[in-house]
């Protein structure tokens, strides 16, 4: 039993530089086929379409009335490649795992599905983390995004607002009085780098309450302060789940079927498994990753 | 404390205990991971059925909705099924540690898997009801059923990944000692992942239940659902977070 791939092979020796063998030829065999497929469905474009064309429009529409629904109209169209592209990818990369592996020789590792490597669904999160909190910041306004954390907001009138502001900040001030013995000899004490990451924190600290304090009285709400540590979190949840759903779910399907067929030295079960685990637990995670992109970006961009 | 290290790392045969506890590990792993997803996936079916007496000309609709819905919910009891593969057949080294990483894992793993379990079940039994109650809702009720089990699964999710560090902790070298404190701290950490992840995956399915049932009552209210639904399951959730993240500090910063 082969269950923990190969310790990824360095070009260098640089800590953290190197590849895994694996998920780079099965990544790249993935691109190659949605290429493929791509320019297969669009080679001859007609009127009356043909089979490829068919399903390339089926699956197109279906994914622009999702996109509409969550979006919007006008949102919708813009989002509509990156979630199927995601949706497609990721759909690829779960079922390349299930085809059969008796091509094994030269260094070429087999089938494997890249998205059990955790490393393709940690890449993957990011490019939607950015992509939600850059689009929020775009639709929004940087000082709109900031607020979002200090959501649900009070109404408040003018005096209200002022006397928030003036708490938070004598708070901030208190606490770096408090601290400002203990903060002055660890900041010197720090050598260059982290004297600007301590530096870079307080002052953002500041500067945030600055920038929100000035965009509540523009609004006239009250920011809740209380809820803004809880938003952080929440964010931060997300991003942790996400790629970790698709890994465990994919991983622990490639788990099962090692295991298994193991055990019953690889007779009868191994192509109903590959069956269950691959393309329908595949389709549905790889559906699920790509909703659930669909549904932060929505909870971002519309307020 | 000195003289109880000394005794425990000399007079007592790790080796044997550890192949004692990876298989005790094991066994509470599934063990405990079967309850939730069993439980979960029963309320999915009951609700299935009492749908299909209700609209019996639906029947093809629900049981493939029940059926979508119980896989998602299997989710939870896959993942302990994997830790505990990976406790019986992985080799361990002999160590104090390696006992408390292992009992941990399979803690974590078989307590965490509970909530999403039973959570990611009620989510799909509501939508099966839903479904039979206005069967012209059946595609923004799967819809909002997905992505709710999705966001149910997240605290098992959380569990998968503290053990599966416990699991693979002997290669950290700091597992390779006989430290009561680390070993302990191994521990607590799968048992708070495991005990913090009940709590919230019982909620967020409360969530994803509440959403789907509202969406099949208004199916025109599905995108605003869905991010309502979205939105309180991560603040339900973020007790679960917080366990996550002090089970981080128990393996990682504790020396």
């Known amino acids: 039993m082969d269950i923990i791939p190969g310790a990824p092979i360095k070009v260098i020796g640089l800590p953290f530089e190197g590849y895994n063998a694996a998920t780079l030829y099965n990544t790249w065999l993935v691109m190659a086929a949605l290429f493929f497929l791509a320019w297969l469905a669009v080679r001859s474009l007609s009127a009356v379409p043909g089979r490829v064309q068919v399903a390339a429009e089926g699956l197109t529409e279906f994914f622009e009335d999702i996109c509409n629904n969550t979006l919007g109209e006008e949102h919708g169209r813009k989002y509509l490649p990156f979630i199927a592209t995601l949706f497609l990818f990721v759909l690829f990369s779960n079922v390349i795992g299930s085809l059969p592996n008796f091509l094994r020789w030269a260094g070429w590792p087999g089938f494997y599905c890249p998205t059990q490597d955790l490393n393709t669904p940690l890449g993957l999160a990011l490019i939607v983390v950015c992509v939600v909190h850059i689009s929020a910041i775009r639709v929004k306004g940087f000082r709109g995004w900031l607020w979002s954390f200090y959501e649900p907001s009070f109404p408040g009138d003018r005096f209200v607002t002022k006397l928030v502001a003036v708490a938070s900040f004598s708070g901030l001030l208190l606490l770096s009085y408090v601290f400002l013995r203990m903060y002055i000899l660890a900041f010197l004490g720090m050598g260059w780098g982290g004297r600007i990451v301590w530096g870079g924190v307080v002052g953002g600290f500041f500067a945030n309450t600055i920038v929100v304090m000035a965009h509540a009285r523009r609004i006239g709400r009250v920011p809740n302060v209380a809820m803004a540590p809880l938003n952080v979190v929440g964010e931060l949840g997300k991003a942790i789940s996400h790629p970790f759903r698709l890994f465990g779910n994919i991983f622990g399907g490639f788990v099962i079927l090692t295991v298994v067929s193991h055990l019953i030295w690889q007779i009868g079960l191994p192509p109903f498994l590959n069956l269950f685990f691959g393309l329908f637990i595949g389709l549905v995670h790889a559906f699920v990753f790509a909703m659930l992109a669909l549904a932060y970006t929505a909870v971002q961009i519309s307020e | ?255």
């Open chain 2, 1 to 255: 404390m000195t003289d109880l290290v000394q005794w425990l790392a000399t007079s007592v045969d790790w080796s044997s205990l550890t192949v004692a506890s990876k298989y005790f590990a094991g066994g509470l792993a599934m063990g405990l991971g079967a309850i939730g997803a069993g439980v979960g996936e029963g309320y999915n079916a009951g609700k299935a059925v009492e749908a299909t007496a209700r609209q019996p000309a639906a029947t093809g609709d629900l049981v493939r909705a029940m059926l979508v819905g119980q896989a998602i919910a299997e989710t939870s009891g896959i993942f302990a099924l994997v830790v505990a593969f990976m406790l019986l057949f992985l080799p361990h080294q002999p160590s104090m540690e390696i006992v408390g990483a292992l009992l941990g894992a399979g803690t974590a793993m078989g307590l965490g898997s509970l909530g999403s379990g039973i959570g990611a079940g009620m989510a799909g039994g509501q939508a099966a009801a839903s479904i039979g109650r206005n069967p012209e809702s059946r595609g923004s009720v799967t819809m909002t059923m997905l992505l709710g089990q999705g966001l149910t699964s997240s605290p098992a999710v959380f569990s998968l990944v503290i053990a599966v560090i416990l699991v693979f902790g002997q290669q950290l070298n700091k597992y390779l000692g006989s430290d009561l404190a680390i070993t302990v701290s191994a521990l607590s950490a799968g048992l708070c992942v495991g005990i913090g992840a009940i709590g919230p995956g019982l909620g967020t399915g409360m969530v994803a239940g509440g959403a789907c049932n509202a969406v099949g009552r208004n199916p025109s209210t599905a995108t605003t659902m869905t991010r309502v639904m979205l939105a309180g399951g991560a603040v339900s959730q973020s007790t679960g977070i917080y366990s996550f993240v002090i089970a981080f500090i128990l393996i990682f910063l504790v020396k």
